[in-house]
């Protein structure tokens, strides 16, 4: 028979209820841009109305601004849940994902739980990055994410399983791709071009792109001992 499945306790995350960002929880992103495009800065990411809001201004100066923030605690295995929507706008994509804490990438892999590189935000997309080669595994689910979505992953020694709104979309078993160190969680909005990725915002952009998360909340894997 199969394995009982995994029970899961609530070890940390931030449900966005205050009015700034928790920094005890919370770094800030302040440099260039993903890709070298545009910039990083604190002023796009902002709490309020019981959300994490990154926004985006492409006509900013200094080639654009967007933000992001990243998780100071790191785990090994865990299930990551999020709710998130985004606005339209070529240009950028959202991605909340699990970065390597060693800062080692692509040795020590990269885990994306929701990349939307898509202007109109037709479908998400998760990715397994793994190997100093930067061998990539990926799948997508079609949606209008302009609309509320919750997203969750459960990152074990032997499988990555991803979720969109609670039904199972992929898994991952190839022990390979299994990233073997701690990793945090980052949510940040990139702005292109990307090669083959990103377009470059057009002139179809609007002033300003928001990536909006509701909550974020990390688990531990529950022992056999129920610890």
Same mark, same amino acid.
């Not at 083959?196 to 792109?209: F, K």
């Given at each position: 028979?199969?394995?009982?499945?995994?029970?899961?306790?609530?070890?940390?995350? $931030?449900?966005?209820?205050?009015?700034?960002?928790?920094?005890?929880?919370?770094?800030?992103? @302040?440099?260039?841009?993903?890709?070298?495009?545009?910039?990083?800065?604190?002023?796009?990411?902002?709490?309020?109305? &019981?959300?994490?809001?990154?926004?985006?201004?492409?006509?900013?100066?200094?080639?654009?601004?967007?933000?992001?923030?990243?998780?100071?605690?790191?785990?090994?295995? +865990?299930?990551?849940?999020?709710?998130?929507?985004?606005?339209?706008? @070529? &240009?950028?994509?959202?991605?909340?994902?699990?970065?390597?804490?060693?800062?080692?990438?692509?040795? $020590? &892999?990269?885990?994306?739980?929701?990349?939307?590189?898509? +202007? $109109?935000?037709?479908?998400?997309?998760?990715?397994?990055?793994?190997?100093?080669? @930067?061998?990539i595994l990926s799948t997508d689910t079609p949606g209008d994410f302009t609309q509320w979505h919750t997203f969750a992953l459960e990152w074990l020694p032997d499988r990555i399983t991803w979720y969109v709104d609670g039904v199972e979309k992929w898994e991952v078993?190839?022990?390979?791709?299994?990233?073997?160190?701690?990793?945090?969680?980052?949510?940040?909005?990139?702005? !292109?071009?990307?090669? !083959?990725?990103?377009? &470059?915002?057009?002139?179809?952009?609007?002033?300003?792109?928001?990536?909006?998360?509701?909550?974020?909340?990390?688990?531990?894997?529950? $022992?056999?001992?129920?610890?």
């Amino acid at each position: 028979p199969p394995p009982p499945p995994q029970q899961w306790r609530q070890v940390g995350g $931030d449900e966005f209820d205050g009015s700034r960002v928790d920094r005890s929880t919370w770094s800030v992103y @302040n440099s260039p841009g993903g890709f070298g495009n545009g910039l990083r800065r604190p002023s796009a990411v902002g709490v309020g109305d &019981g959300l994490l809001t990154v926004t985006a201004r492409p006509r900013a100066a200094g080639g654009g601004v967007s933000g992001g923030v990243a998780m100071h605690d790191g785990r090994l295995y +865990g299930r990551w849940e999020f709710r998130a929507r985004t606005d339209v706008g @070529n &240009g950028y994509s959202p991605a909340i994902l699990l970065w390597p804490d060693s800062e080692r990438f692509p040795d $020590d &892999g990269e885990l994306d739980m929701m990349e939307i590189p898509f +202007g $109109d935000r037709h479908a998400a997309t998760a990715f397994v990055h793994y190997g100093a080669q @930067n061998h990539i595994l990926s799948t997508d689910t079609p949606g209008d994410f302009t609309q509320w979505h919750t997203f969750a992953l459960e990152w074990l020694p032997d499988r990555i399983t991803w979720y969109v709104d609670g039904v199972e979309k992929w898994e991952v078993t190839d022990r390979r791709a299994i990233p073997t160190t701690p990793m945090h969680l980052a949510v940040q909005l990139d702005q !292109g071009p990307a090669s !083959g990725w990103i377009p &470059g915002p057009d002139a179809t952009t609007p002033d300003e792109v928001r990536l909006q998360v509701d909550w974020a909340r990390v688990f531990a894997p529950v $022992d056999a001992a129920g610890r």
